[in-house]
T-cell receptor, first 115, second 115 residues
Framework: DAGVIQSPRHEVTEMGQEVTLRCKPI?????LFWYRQTMMRGLELLIY????????DSGMPEDRFSAKMPNASFSTLKIQPSEPRDSAVYFC?????????????FGDGTRLSIL | AQSVTQLDSHVSVSEGTPVLLRCNYS??????LFWYVQHPNKGLQLLLK??????LVKGINGFEAEFKKSETSFHLTKPSAHMSDAAEYFC?????????????FGSGTRLSIRP
């Protein structure tokens, strides 16, 4: 069984550039989560989707960040324009449903460095 | 309001000795509680979960946790540490699916194992 797949694993780009992170959830999972992990702030939930619909985006830091889920097997997190403070590891996770008792399955993350 | 407090940022034990990682939580609802482990350059992996069934929960790799409502604690233990247990551990409280609809990660505890 393939787990959650994220791409790219590493991204280095200059500030001001557009960055797109990609995620493929586990087949059959209908909830998808985007997280950001930094030393200073730990692991933060940015947004989550259920059945491709955004449910809670209150964690999205600002308008430079946007996320989409055009279908059940693909999601993107976009930063435009990027800034050095966006440097972090971004994780995607999925669960079979929306209930609180379901554990999340995490991808291996995208390590983003903005110069 | 929800919160999670991991009481130790770093724990160091000798191989073969017991492990105790402490977690206190608060929630206005009846939350689900989880422990996840993160190895370097990897995503989080579920160790165990509590979802209002038995208060003593057994997980993978010999870990277990006890839910104590009176103490609002969910401490993680293992009788005998192994070198492969060295990693970062996260306590998580989830109200997803309720009207609160939040998931909160603790700040993490780094576990080191001395030979």
């Amino acid at each position: 069984d393939a787990g959650v797949i994220q791409s790219p694993r590493h991204e280095v780009t200059e500030m001001g550039q557009e960055v797109t992170l990609r995620c493929k959830p586990i087949s059959g999972h209908n909830s998808l989560f985007w997280y950001r992990q930094t030393m200073m702030r730990g692991l933060e939930l940015l947004i989550y989707f259920n059945n491709n619909v955004p449910i809670d985006d209150s964690g999205m830091p600002e308008d430079r960040f946007s996320a989409k889920m055009p279908n059940a097997s693909f999601s993107t997190l976009k930063i435009q324009p990027s800034e050095p403070r966006d440097s972090a590891v971004y994780f995607c996770a999925s669960t079979p449903g929306r209930n609180s008792n379901q554990p999340q399955h995490f991808g291996d993350g995208t390590r983003l460095s903005i110069l | 309001a929800q919160s999670v407090t991991q009481l130790d940022s770093h724990v160091s034990v000798s191989e073969g000795t017991p492990v105790l990682l402490r977690c206190n939580y608060s929630s206005s609802y009846s939350p689900s509680l989880f422990w996840y482990v993160q190895h370097p350059n990897k995503g989080l992996q579920l160790l165990l979960k509590y979802t209002s069934a038995a208060t003593l929960v057994k997980g993978i790799n010999g870990f277990e946790a006890e839910f104590k409502k009176s103490e609002t604690s969910f401490h993680l233990t293992k009788p005998s540490a192994h070198m492969s247990d060295a990693a970062e551990y996260f306590c998580v409280v989830s109200d997803l699916g309720s009207s609160a609809s939040k998931i909160i990660f603790g700040s993490g505890t780094r576990l080191s194992i001395r030979p």
